[in-house]
């Protein structure tokens, strides 16, 4: 089983860029599904991004608009989560999590392994 550690947060102005960095320990990161969630004060944990185990397949929650991208380096055993234009409204804890299976999965309990979370806040 993978160990995620994710890191990037920080704080950046309203319509600024982060890129966050999910490292995965294990030599099975391959075979994982990986994907981003978040997670802001009195709110549920929601889906971000999911990526497929070659990279190929993506998806995203329809909030984003294409703000974010998400993309992986199975080389370096690392899922990226790309992130422009940002709004105070993406301001949260932002979680790696990894997926026992092929494709891309966008439910909670989908995801057998999560990171500890990285902070992201971002001012107005």
């Known amino acids: 089983q993978v160990q995620l550690v994710e890191s990037g947060g920080g704080l950046v102005q309203a319509g600024g860029s982060l890129r966050l960095s999910c490292a995965a320990s294990?030599?099975?990161?391959?075979?994982?599904?990986m994907g981003w969630f978040r997670q802001a004060p009195g709110k549920e944990r929601e889906f971000v991004a999911g990526i497929s185990w070659t990279g190929r397949s993506t998806t995203y929650a329809a909030f984003l608009k294409g703000r974010f991208t998400i993309s992986r380096d199975n080389a370096k055993n690392t899922v990226y989560l790309q992130m422009n234009s940002l709004k105070p409204e993406d301001a949260a804890v932002y979680y790696c999590?990894?997926?026992?299976?092929?494709?891309?999965?966008?439910?909670?309990?989908?995801?057998?392994?999560w990171g500890q979370g990285t902070q992201v806040t971002v001012s107005s």
């Open positions: 294990g030599r099975t990161f391959s075979t994982y599904a």
């Open positions: 999590a990894a997926a026992k299976t092929l494709v891309v999965v966008t439910a909670f309990h989908e995801y057998d392994v």
